[in-house]
């Protein structure tokens, strides 16, 4: 049997598991928004595991998924990989370990990608369309937008009397934060100059935790405890005042308290979440859930020096230099960027001498986003950063900003 009839009739497996218990008929008599009952669960998991492909013996498994990995490497293909995982708990057990992460390999595969940092040798190119009319914001992997695009993270602005947030989901028009599909948020100041990431996630690396504070989400009910149990702060974006009202660029620096400044010190690497709490499991059997985020209303006033530490890593927008004949601030972009903008930037790491990192470390481009048409933007991003922090670093460039222009 050929590889590829391997991987249809996976599919064709994964689509009738699917149906039978995700559809909008009842379960056991009830209504979807109700729990299914762990009995049910169990007896569908048996089934998927008692199948005949969840007998194969573990080295012609192993070697299965090794080739269908090693032979697409781009989507829309790649998602025989995410196939591979949806079949048994076997084979999503394998599949993980042959799948590697993006700053290993350069390849997004399983969303948990999205939250590890990017490649070391080369950006991940990906693009934002902007819905004005819905104010959501999609992030795409691919060049341009006339290539086969894989949706990465969506965003949804909503506007408050003293803030705006922007809600970020795995999905692309689910935007409730008691969903799975919920990643995290961006949420700015009255005045638009400092921004919040928030994760749904805590940090991977415990050192980090304690300087990452966390919002806490009350459940009315906890369905399961692999559920995120609140926003953990994970960076602050801030826009320099513009109190002259002069013309130039927006300045702008982030300090990603997540990430330690020795990443990007010769032999450093940047903390990578291996797990996350919505579980596979907790994808195919959704919950209704409801829950309160409890928070401090004051914690967006509160110093950027008494909460961050100096050894995490800052990141700086690349000055432009002044074109005479176009009469305009410019930034070489590569080709990448062909309109121009104030939202146009390059964030490079805000390094001292004493920090003693390589010069080649200094001056490599991070993160770039810029304008190429109506609603339309580029975003590369690379190693520290993953493409949730790159895309709530470029949201924040989308809010008003009346006192930064």
């Not at 995290?184 to 921004?195: D, I, P």
């Not at 966390?214 to 906890?222: D, P, T, V, W």
Request: hydrophobic content about 35%.
């Amino acid at each position: 049997m050929s590889f590829k009839s391997i991987v249809r009739e996976l599919w064709g497996m994964r689509d009738n598991f699917w149906k039978k218990g995700l559809d909008g008929k009842n379960i056991n008599g009830r209504a979807r928004s109700h729990i299914a009952p762990e009995s049910y669960i169990s007896s569908s998991l048996i089934i998927v595991q008692q199948s005949k492909w969840a007998n194969l013996p573990s080295e012609l498994l192993l070697d299965i998924i090794k080739r269908v990995e090693a032979t697409e490497t781009s989507w829309p293909a790649r998602r025989d990989v995410v196939a591979c995982a949806a079949v048994c708990r076997s084979w999503r057990e394998i599949t993980k370990e042959v799948v590697r992460t993006p700053e290993q390999c350069g390849w997004l595969t399983f969303p948990l990608s999205l939250k590890q940092p990017g490649p070391r040798e080369f950006p991940i190119q990906c693009f934002i369309k902007r819905e004005r009319v819905t104010s959501t914001y999609r992030l795409y992997l691919g060049l341009t937008p006339g290539d086969i695009s894989k949706l990465l993270l969506s965003a949804r602005k909503i506007r408050r009397a003293t803030s705006t947030d922007f809600v970020i989901s795995f999905a692309s028009d689910d935007f409730s934060r008691t969903s799975n599909n919920y990643a995290g948020k961006l949420r700015s100041n009255f005045l638009g100059t400092k921004f919040t990431i928030y994760d749904s996630q805590p940090p991977s690396d415990s050192s980090i935790q304690s300087k990452c504070r966390s919002h806490r989400r009350i459940h009315a009910k906890q369905v399961s405890p692999k559920l995120p149990a609140g926003n953990y702060s994970m960076a602050t974006i801030t826009y320099e005042l513009n109190v002259l009202r002069t013309r130039g660029p927006r300045r702008m620096q982030c300090n990603m308290d997540s990430i330690p400044l020795s990443s990007i010190q010769e032999g450093g690497t940047a903390p990578t979440p291996v797990a996350s709490s919505n579980s596979f499991d907790d994808h195919v059997f959704p919950t209704n859930r409801k829950s309160v985020v409890v928070s401090n209303p004051n914690s967006l006033n509160d110093p950027i020096e008494s909460i961050y530490n100096s050894e995490s890593l800052v990141l700086k927008n690349k000055a432009p230099r002044w074109h005479e004949q176009l009469q305009c601030w410019c930034l070489n972009f590569k080709g990448r960027v062909t309109v121009a903008s104030v939202k146009n930037f390059q964030l490079v790491a805000a390094i001292e001498a004493h920090h003693n990192v390589p010069v080649v470390e200094q001056e490599k481009v991070i993160l770039q986003f810029g304008k190429i048409g109506k609603d339309i933007f580029t975003m590369d991003y690379r190693y520290p950063l993953s493409a949730f922090q790159a895309f709530a670093i470029c949201l924040s460039s989308f809010d008003t900003k009346p006192a930064c222009e």
